[in-house]
């Protein structure tokens, strides 16, 4: 059975967050990683769940032609929130994994 974690609560993944994006990046995304608070999720989950916080800022947000631009670098960034949200070792792996999977696409 895959590992799972609870993510911390909202406090915490804001403090958490700006410390992975100091420079406030990605503030837009910020709100769907917000939601996450006190989720027990697998290492898929924290995956999917901080891709569809970019998927659902795109949605909110229009980039115009550089939409596709703009998703990419937002992708990049995620494993920097992993690395800040998920304590857990092996939840921490298992979500960098597939972020580098779906990176190499």
Avoid: C, W
Avoid at 72 to 85: C, D, R
């Amino acid at each position: 059975m895959p590992a799972t974690i609870v993510l911390p609560d909202r406090d915490e993944i804001a403090r958490r967050i700006a410390l992975a994006d100091p420079e406030r990046v990605a503030e837009g995304l910020y709100p769907g990683i917000l939601k996450l608070a006190g989720r027990e999720l697998q290492g898929s989950g924290v995956a999917v769940s901080l891709s569809l916080a970019i998927a659902d800022h795109m949605k909110e947000r229009d980039y115009g032609q550089t939409a596709n631009v703009m998703t990419v670098l937002f992708m990049k960034l995620l494993p920097g929130f992993v690395n800040a949200l998920v304590d857990d070792e092996q939840v921490r792996g298992d979500a960098l994994a597939i972020l580098e999977e779906a990176n190499n696409r």
